[in-house]
C-alpha cells in the first residue's frame, strides 16, 4: 500500500473512531501532499510523500524551540503532539554507523577524495537516505569523514 493511501486509510479510521486530533494532522499532510502535486503537476510517489512530511516535521521541530524560547510551553506541546502523528508515517531512522556505512560506500562509489568532493558525495548520499536519516546530521559526518 502506498503512503498516500495508507493516510487517507488513517484519515477515514480516525473519522470513524473520533480521533480529532490525529485527524487534523492528517488533513494538514494530505493538504501539504495536494499542493505539491498540484504547484508541481505531479502524482507524488512515497519518496515525494516522505520529503512532504519531513518538511512538516522540521517546521515542528523550528516551531517548538520558538515557542520553549518564548516561554509557550502550551503551544511547544501542541507541536510535539503533531510531531508524533506525522513521525509515524516516515521510515525507521537509521543509526550512526548504519549512516557511516552508507558514506564509506559513496565514497567508494565516488571515489571522493576531500572536502572539495562533499556536493559529489551527497548528491549520491541524498537520495539514498532520503527519509532515513537527518541530512544534517549526514553532512556533519560527510565532513567529518572527507576532513581525515
Known amino acids: 500500500m502506498s503512503l498516500k ?5 488513517d484519515m477515514k479510521a480516525a473519522m470513524k473512531s473520533g480521533d480529532k486530533h490525529s485527524l487534523g494532522v492528517i488533513r494538514l499532510m494530505n493538504a501539504g501532499i495536494k499542493q505539491r502535486e498540484v504547484d508541481e503537476r505531479i502524482e ?5 510523500v516522505i520529503a512532504v512530511l519531513e518538511k512538516a516535521v522540521k517546521q515542528r521541530k523550528d516551531s517548538i524551540s520558538q515557542f520553549e524560547a518564548a516561554g509557550r ?3 511547544a506541546a501542541i507541536e510535539r503532539d503533531e510531531m508524533v502523528v506525522i513521525e509515524r508515517y516516515l521510515p525507521e531512522k537509521m543509526g550512526e554507523a548504519e549512516v557511516l556505512a552508507a558514506i564509506d560506500a559513496a565514497i567508494a562509489q565516488t571515489g571522493a577524495a576531500g ?3 562533499m556536493g559529489k558525495l551527497m548528491a549520491v548520499l541524498k537520495p539514498q537516505l532520503a ?3 537527518d541530512m544534517g546530521q ?3 559526518l560527510v565532513k567529518r569523514r572527507l576532513a581525515g
Not at 5 to 9: F, G, N, V, W
Open 5 to 9: 493511501q495508507r493516510l487517507t486509510d
Open 44 to 48: 507524488l510517489d512515497d519518496a515525494g
Open 73 to 75: 510551553e502550551d503551544l
Open 115 to 117: 572536502p572539495a568532493d
Open 131 to 133: 527519509g532515513q536519516a
Open 138 to 140: 549526514v553532512s556533519v
